[in-house]
């Protein structure tokens, strides 16, 4: 599988990492599979948050790894925190150390590869910040920092009052969710497409040595559904047959594929707990799509060259 420098670190991590939003659906025995068949893939790389089942996926999670083949050390573990859910965001020193606190505890790890924050609090103290970062990490609690679905002013205006460099930026992205590709190819125009929804973070993360990370890969709108195999889609699951056929493997690795085509070095979030599907959607780390096939099925999702 095709590898990942993450920011400044020497870790080489997958292209592809593993979800687990929805490990709290299942057993640890279950579970535990998962984590196995995931590090036989090749995929090196958990994405966690404090919020994710209630607490519940990390909790398994943590049982999982005692009775999986896979060792602590092997695996890059990120979490994320900074939402009160229903109630508000919140980057204040003391709710983001509890939150580090309460994910080592359920993940049962004495520390975080990387720590990010979930959403942008409008309320936010970058000094508070700051010092929770500096205490996180010479504690040794967190290793690495980065953010989720910040746009670049946000992120710059966090970073210039930290010390740690910013690795990590996570955001929704797939062929049905591709705003950020729309935008750049509609510049100058006006119609939908031309609309900058992100500030412009595609190019932002490239200048910056940030790695994008994708999340919810294989979705439309924003938690509409799966374009895999939907009848709303006919034109791009030809297409993503047809590519699926010819590299021997799945819809969903051809959709990872694309993702991972992007010279952005784009890292790409699975969240499907099923051993099968963790398989086969890995087997997009694997596949280098040609320009004319990327394009191809860019086309195929409806959209087209202005």
Known sequence: MKQRYIGETNWQTSAVALGIMRMN?????????AIDTAYDSGINYIDSAD????GDSEKVFGQALKQSSVKREDLFIQSKGGIVPGKRYDFSKKHLIDAVDGCLERLGVDYLDSFLLHRPDPLMEPDEVAEAFDELQTSGKVRHFGVSNFNPEQFMFLQENLDQRLLISQLQFSIMHSGMIDFGLHTNMTDTRSINHDGGLLEFSRRMGVTLQAWSPFQYGTFAGTFINNDKFPKLNKKLQELADKYG???????????????ADIQVIIGTMNPEHIADSAKGGDIDLTKQEWYDIYFAAGNDLP
């Not at 919020?51 to 209630?54: A, D, K, L, M, T």
């Open 25 to 33: 659906s299942l057993s640890p025995e279950q579970a535990a599979k």
């Open 249 to 263: 493997v799945s819809k969903n690795a051809i959709a990872a594929a694309w993702i991972l085509r992007h010279p």
């Open 51 to 54: 919020i994710y089942g209630g």
